[in-house]
């Protein structure tokens, strides 16, 4: 882990469309580098691009992954030459069973437990280490929740490349082995995900060599969320749905999926249509839904305590633009119940088929209070974003489903059984 980073002083860097980092504060634009803060005034970077022509076809002949949009992303045209997970273009699930059930007349589920890791991070990853290759990183690193820290050691161990990965300790035993089989370095701190979050800010500033795809070089990592929206646009035959229902961790993904659909609108992709984006949160770490409902806009950092761990975040650096995207939209941030998640994880699977980690149960929990309180438009068409895999978080819903019985291997046993009920 010695090597520098000055290819990008030899090399002109090749990131695709991407032409600039601009604040979204004070809008302050710097060259296209691995900075996330913006000098002038500590706001967050993004990233800023000028688009060539894109059509359909272009997309619809691409690779059947989400490079498909590279000529949307801060990734060089040759992207896929490059080992990496090649994530997306995941299901676009008619949830009829759902939809009846919570009373809806139109829903889909964009099923992302299809990624190489089985979670949405699979996306952002590719994108960060794609973008971190360009800028000269030779290490990727995160502080992660979860998912990140699978997603991460997947994708640095497929490129050839070391991994740092930083958790905490007491995250879901089958999240640390499945990171830990990739054989990165993977480490348990004592402490929250947010005190994991600061050690990997000064990390950050200490090993130039290593791109921490949601630190120093978070800009490009977001970019990869916007992949979700143009797939549910694309999938649904080039159209932007009436409502959509995002889980909100860091809040991200909320806001990059409504990126999405804006692009998508402005290069001509789709009708810009009017649609309306909602977050969802676990109540014990539900800082984002707590400032929605109070009509702040300050994010008041809460301390985590929720089933939910993938989406634990008690300080969301992308708060204040949830609230922007969601007030913009019509939208709103709900949150519910640790029991209302295993509920909604429960539904979800006796109704189509589909084993959601926590996320899941918080977006179909979220949806299914959205409803019961007149928030959401049952008549609209609506997108429920299914992030994660239930087999990652058993220990969430061991406790509340089983066998029906144990019995002795007889016929009379099983419909004795079954009369039950
Ligand atoms: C990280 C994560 C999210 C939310 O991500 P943000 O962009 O930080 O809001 C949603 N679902 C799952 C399963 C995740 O792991
Ligand atoms: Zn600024």
Redesign the pocket.
């Known amino acids: 882990m010695t090597s520098s980073v000055d290819v990008q002083t030899t090399t002109p860097l090749d990131l695709g469309p991407a032409r600039a980092l601009s604040c979204r504060e004070c809008g302050h634009r710097i060259p296209l580098a691995a900075e996330f803060a913006c000098a002038e005034c500590f706001g967050p970077l993004e990233v800023a691009y000028e688009f060539g022509t894109i059509t359909r076809a272009d997309i619809e002949a691409g690779p059947k992954s989400i490079w498909r949009y590279r000529n949307l992303l801060p990734v060089p045209a040759d992207v896929d030459s490059y080992p990496n997970t090649d994530p997306g273009l995941t299901r676009l699930v008619k949830a009829d069973r759902l939809a009846a059930a919570l009373g809806v007349r139109s829903l889909w589920v964009k099923d ?1 437990t299809g990624n190489p890791t089985h ?3 699979d996306r ?1 990853v590719a994108v960060a280490l794609a973008a971190a290759r360009q800028l000269g990183f030779t290490v990727l690193a995160c502080p992660s ?4 820290a699978n997603a991460v050691a997947a994708a640095a161990a497929r490129a050839g490349w070391e991994s740092v990965v930083l958790i905490p300790s007491s995250l879901e035993r089958a999240k640390i082995l499945t990171t830990a089989v990739y054989d990165g370095a993977l480490i348990a701190v004592d402490g929250n995900y947010d005190d994991v979050n600061r050690l990997a800010t000064e990390l950050a500033a200490e090993h130039e060599d290593w791109a921490f795809v ?1 630190v120093n070089v978070r800009p490009y990592y ?1 970019e990869g ?1 916007k992949t979700l929206g143009y797939e549910v646009a694309e999938q649904l035959g080039w159209r932007l749905p009436g409502q959509v229902v ?11 999926v409504d990126k999405a659909f804006r692009e998508l609108g402005e290069l001509g992709l789709v009708e810009p249509t009017p649609y309306r984006v909602f977050g969802a949160q676990a109540t014990g770490c539900s800082p984002v839904a707590a400032a929605f409902k109070s009509g702040e806009d300050v994010i008041r950092p809460v301390k985590p305590d929720t089933i939910a761990r ?2 634990a ?1 008690g300080a ?3 708060g204040p633009y ?1 609230l922007d995207s969601v007030r913009r939209t019509n939208g709103a941030v709900e949150d519910v119940t640790d029991a209302e998640v295993v509920e909604g994880i429960r539904l979800l699977a006796r109704t189509e088929g589909i084993f ?5 149960g ?2 179909v929990a979220t949806a299914k209070k959205l409803i019961e309180t007149g928030q959401l438009d049952p008549d609209a068409e609506t997108v429920l ?1 299914i ?3 239930g087999l990652k978080t058993l220990d969430a819903v061991q406790d509340h489903i089983g066998p029906r019985a144990t019995i002795p291997p007889s016929a009379a046993a099983v419909r004795e059984v079954l009369n039950r009920g």
């Open positions: 992302d979670s949405f991070k952002v929740t979860g998912n990140l949601n977001a969320s995002v889980p909100v961790a860091s809040g991200s993904q909320l806001t990059k993938s989406l975040i969301p650096a992308d949830v959601a980690e926590t996320a899941g918080v977006t974003l992030t994660g895999d």
